[in-house]
């Protein structure tokens, strides 16, 4: 009987080892760590794509929803959503205060640092269908400013939960899917003022987690050069 390819590649592999270098603790290790990062490559791969040509990822079963959709150029916005609006936050902090004449955005810039504290939770659909309200927190290397509070809600839409902006001049609407760990993912495109808005993924994406009973967080569109939040509370 003809063992399994990856069997067959695996024995190559090992053996191969065994003649060419000795099998210290460290390349032990060492193989451990690639065996590890090939298993969450199967479980759910990258989402990159062919970044020669820009192509899609590849599509399986077993890939989630927002992975066969999203663009490859917006796979970090979500991959590093907290990472990226973190960082950015911390740099902010060490550039000090901003110089004379220009607007003091510390109040603002300690406003987004409070909503991005590590504290997520679990989560499940029925806690976020109905109507909420939302504030736009919007961090750049040229200011970061808290907007008022505006009115969002989540419904069912074409079988998928779906979170819409009503009110204020820029408005997001999008889908949410399902993915590891305590968030869900946003894909969805900004309008402003009562432009049609079909939720449908264009230009912007980002990750919703829960940080209270009644407070979730979505980070959206985050970069090294800024991101943006919604505030959602009831």
Not at 13 to 38: H, N, Q, R, Y
Not at 65 to 77: A, D, T
Not at 184 to 200: A, C, I, K, P, R
Request: charged content about 25%; glycine content about 8%.
């Amino acid at each position: 009987m003809k063992k399994p390819l990856l069997t067959f590649i695996l024995t190559l592999t090992l053996a191969g080892g065994l003649f060419a270098i000795p099998l210290t603790v460290e390349v032990i290790k060492e193989s451990a760590k690639i065996a590890d990062s090939i298993t969450a490559f199967n479980k759910e791969g990258t989402g990159l794509g062919d970044k020669a040509t820009g192509a899609s990822p590849s599509l399986n079963e077993e890939t989630p929803e927002w992975r066969r959709r999203i663009k490859p150029q917006h796979v970090e916005s979500v991959e590093s959503a907290e990472t990226l609006a973190v960082a950015f936050n911390s740099a902010k902090l060490a550039a000090g205060p901003r110089g004379a004449g220009e607007v003091d955005d510390t109040k603002d810039l300690s406003t987004a640092i409070a909503c991005l504290k590590p504290q997520d939770r679990p989560f499940k659909e029925k806690d976020l269908l109905g109507n909420w309200r939302c504030r736009s927190i919007q961090a750049s290397d040229r200011l970061v400013i808290v907007y008022p509070f505006f009115k969002c809600r989540f419904i069912r839409k074409d079988g998928k939960l779906f979170l819409e902006k009503t009110t204020g001049s820029q408005r997001r609407s999008g889908y949410l899917y399902p993915s590891a760990g305590d968030h869900m993912v946003f894909l969805g495109s900004l309008t402003m003022n009562d432009d049609v808005n079909s939720g449908e993924y264009t230009d912007t994406v980002g990750v919703l987690v829960r940080k209270g009973s009644d407070r979730f967080l979505l980070i959206l569109d985050a970069t090294k050069e800024g991101y943006e939040l919604y505030e959602i509370v009831k």
